[in-house]
């Protein structure tokens, strides 16, 4: 089962993004799958609560997503910017799918293909320089479009703490890069008894406050920094069309027509994905076998399309609260990472298998923390496919068509 996690902080909150470097402690932008499933078995410990019945919450098979910023009205689901994004340099911002943000995903497909002879360089309306556009946005579920989400951070100066004397020590001061927006969103992911204890552990432990349990998260807990609510909903309606029609519209906006022999999807990664090759290889998305580790349907052909994804590495590192130990450091691709798949026609229904395990249980290590959250075709690729242009209708209302695949 999908369920709906909302995060709402009461003042400043720091998820670090590793060790302190020259007593400087820098944050992100969003909260890790980590930082609040680490915080619930803390709370759940304090309240002595027996380990096998931790081990029943936080099975491998319960994923606790990441948690991105979200508006502070109710129905908008948070997640990073896809790679493929660009922004007009006039308009910049998501803008209205019109003017401002497009996507390279389908015409970089679709120059592959020969379907056109270049990617697109410039605005479609403005023919400015499109750049690279790079943060985090959040869309609504009910149908209202996009936002651009920009989180404030404030520099924090404390002095350190001598152990001896609980004093003051004398040329210690550190700096915390906190932030300061409320509201963020996410999912966990697991089965309907996992679901209910939780819920029952977390109800022993503390009452509820406006609907949400009162939880501390992050860096500088002691310092009255990351106290939060957090509430858990389940969740009836999909946040997204169904796994195949979104299967379908891809082939449809790429422009193929009937007349072909592959399928074409794209897996969008919500958080970092970590999925390591034969042979001490650093990825391995690329090889079938693999992905047969982590997945059990392996659509027979598949084909990764190295030449149209957009995939960038980040060092992952951090601090171990149960160790007492500094994480082990990992390069893992980003958030937002685009991988492209092809695979043949007659292999739809063993597709179809493979994707759906993807989106339900994630892909490649530490799925748990909410790693290898992946979204199939996701629907910003479309809205904001940089071939589309605005045509102006007998009735005055805008339409958009492809301009350079052939299609609607």
């Known amino acids: 089962m999908r369920c709906r996690a909302q995060l709402r902080f009461e003042g400043s909150w720091l998820v670090s993004r590793g060790v302190a470097v020259q007593n400087v402690v820098r944050g992100r932008d969003y909260v890790p799958g980590s930082a609040w499933r680490g915080a619930l078995a803390e709370m759940l410990l304090s309240a002595g609560r027996g380990k096998a019945e931790l081990a029943a919450i936080f099975s491998s098979g ?8 979200v508006p502070a009205e109710e129905g908008w689901e948070g997640f990073p910017l896809p790679l493929t994004a660009r922004k007009c340099k006039v308009q910049g911002g998501l803008g209205d799918g019109k003017h401002g943000a497009s996507d390279w995903l389908l015409p970089n497909l679709r120059r592959r293909l020969g379907l056109r002879s270049e990617a697109p360089f410039e605005c479609s309306v403005c023919r400015e320089r499109l750049e690279r556009y790079r943060g985090l946005a959040a869309r609504s579920l009910r149908g209202e479009g996009y936002r651009e989400m920009k989180i404030e951070r404030r520099w924090l100066m404390r002095v350190g703490l001598d152990r001896r004397t609980e004093t003051a020590a004398e040329g210690i001061l550190y700096a915390l890069d906190a932030a300061t927006w409320p509201y963020f969103s996410g999912w966990w992911q697991g089965t309907e008894e996992e679901f209910f204890k939780l819920r029952e552990a977390l109800a022993a432990c503390r009452p509820l406050v406006d609907g949400g349990w009162p939880v501390y998260l992050g860096t500088a807990k002691a310092r009255g920094l990351g106290k939060a609510l957090l509430r858990l ?9 169904p796994l195949e029609a979104r299967l379908n519209d891809f082939q449809q906006q790429l422009g193929l027509g009937n007349d072909r022999s592959y399928l074409y999807f794209s897996l969008t990664l919500r958080s970092p994905l970590l999925l390591p090759g034969e042979g001490g290889k650093p990825w391995g998305w690329d090889d079938a076998g693999v992905l047969a580790r982590y997945v059990t349907t392996v659509p027979s052909g598949l084909a990764y399309l ?66 290898g ?6 629907p910003f690729h479309l809205h904001f496919d940089a071939d589309k242009i605005s045509v102006r209708t007998k009735e005055g209302k805008d339409e958009f068509r492809i301009s350079a695949a052939g299609g609607n």
């Not at 319960?62 to 910023?69: D, I, K, M, Q, V």
């Not at 007659?346 to 490649?364: C, I, S």
């Open 62 to 69: 319960a994923r606790f997503g990441f948690l991105y910023p």
């Open 233 to 241: 909903d389940e969740v009836e309606d999909p946040y997204l069309a």
């Open 306 to 371: 190295e030449e149209v994804s957009a995939v960038e590495w980040e060092t992952w590192e951090g601090w171990s609260q149960a160790w007492g130990l500094p994480k082990p450091v990992v390069t893992a691709a980003v958030p937002g990472s685009v991988l492209v798949y092809r695979a043949p026609l007659a292999a739809r229904d063993e597709v179809l298998a493979f994707l759906q395990e993807v989106e339900e249980r994630g892909l490649g290590e530490k799925t748990a923390e909410g790693w």
């Open 373 to 378: 959250e992946a979204v199939v075709c996701d």
